[in-house]
C-alpha cells in the first residue's frame, strides 16, 4: 500500500455518462496531483491541487473538473464520456518540501 | 520539443545481466528533478530512484542506479543483475524548478517496455 488510495479501482460506463473519481492522499501530503495515462497519450498531467487550491493544470478537458476538500481528498469529475476518454487515471501525491511523489493504483475507466 | 525523451520502446535483457535505459531531457530551470518509475502489468507506478540536478554524485538504490551527465542532459537508468520480476514498463519523468512548498507537476517520457528474459 503506497499510502494514496484512489478509488473505485475499475469503471465501466457509458458514453455520455458522468463519473467521478476519488483520491485520498499519503497522510500529510497537502500537494495531489492527476494524471490520465492512455495508449495513445501516454501519462498525460491534468491537474494539480495544494492545500484546497488549483495550483497548475495540464490538459485537462473541459468536461473534465477537480476539487480538493478540506480533508485533502481529491475528486476528479469526467462528464460526457466519450470512447476516448478510457484510460488509466492515476493521482499522485507530495509532501510539502518533498522530493517524492506517491502514486495510488490507479482507476481502470472503461467508456463503452 | 519533447520535455522526456525515452528512445527504447522495447527492450529485452537476459536475466543476471545488466541493462541502461535511457532518458533525455529537455529544461531551461537550472534546478530539476529526475525521477524513474516502474509500471508492472498490474498497472501501479512504483517509484524506483531520483537524482537531483545538484546532486554531484550518481543515485543508487540497491540494483538500481542513475547515470546522470548533465551536460548531456541524460539521465539512464541502469539496472544490474537483472530478475524475471523487472520486466516492465519504465518511465523517466522530470520535476522542473526548484521544490516549493505547493510541489510542482512531473512530466513523464513515453516509456521503455523492459522484458528479462531466461
Known amino acids: 500500500d503506497s499510502g494514496v488510495t484512489q478509488t473505485p479501482k475499475h469503471l465501466i460506463t457509458a458514453t455520455g455518462q458522468r463519473v467521478t473519481l476519488r483520491c485520498s492522499p499519503r497522510s500529510g501530503d497537502l500537494s495531489v496531483y492527476w494524471y490520465q495515462q492512455s495508449l495513445d497519450q501516454g501519462l498525460q498531467f491534468l491537474i494539480q491541487?495544494?492545500?484546497?487550491?488549483?495550483?497548475a493544470k495540464g490538459n485537462i478537458l473541459e468536461r473534465f473538473s477537480a476539487q480538493q476538500f478540506p480533508d485533502l481528498h481529491s475528486e476528479l469529475n469526467l462528464s460526457s464520456l466519450e470512447l476516448g476518454d478510457s484510460a488509466l487515471y492515476f493521482c499522485?501525491?507530495?509532501?510539502?518540501?518533498?522530493?517524492?511523489?506517491?502514486f495510488g493504483s490507479g482507476t481502470r475507466l472503461t467508456v463503452v | 520539443a519533447q520535455k522526456i525523451t525515452q528512445t527504447q520502446p522495447g527492450m529485452f535483457v537476459q536475466e543476471k545481466e545488466a541493462v541502461t535505459l535511457d532518458c533525455t531531457y529537455d529544461?531551461?530551470?537550472?534546478?530539476?528533478?529526475l525521477f524513474w518509475y516502474k509500471q508492472p502489468s498490474s498497472g501501479e507506478m512504483i517509484f524506483l530512484i531520483y537524482q537531483g540536478s545538484y546532486d554531484e554524485q550518481n543515485a543508487t538504490e540497491g540494483r538500481y542506479s542513475l547515470n546522470f551527465q548533465k551536460a548531456r542532459k541524460s539521465a539512464n537508468l541502469v539496472i544490474s543483475a537483472s530478475q524475471l520480476g523487472d520486466s516492465a514498463m519504465y518511465f523517466c519523468a522530470m520535476r522542473e524548478g526548484r521544490v516549493t512548498g505547493g510541489g510542482n507537476k512531473l512530466t513523464f517520457g513515453t516509456g521503455t517496455q523492459l522484458k528479462v528474459e531466461l
Open positions: 491541487y495544494y492545500n484546497g487550491e488549483e495550483r
Open positions: 529544461t531551461s530551470d537550472q534546478s530539476y528533478g
Open positions: 499522485a501525491s507530495s509532501a510539502q518540501g518533498g522530493n517524492g511523489y506517491t
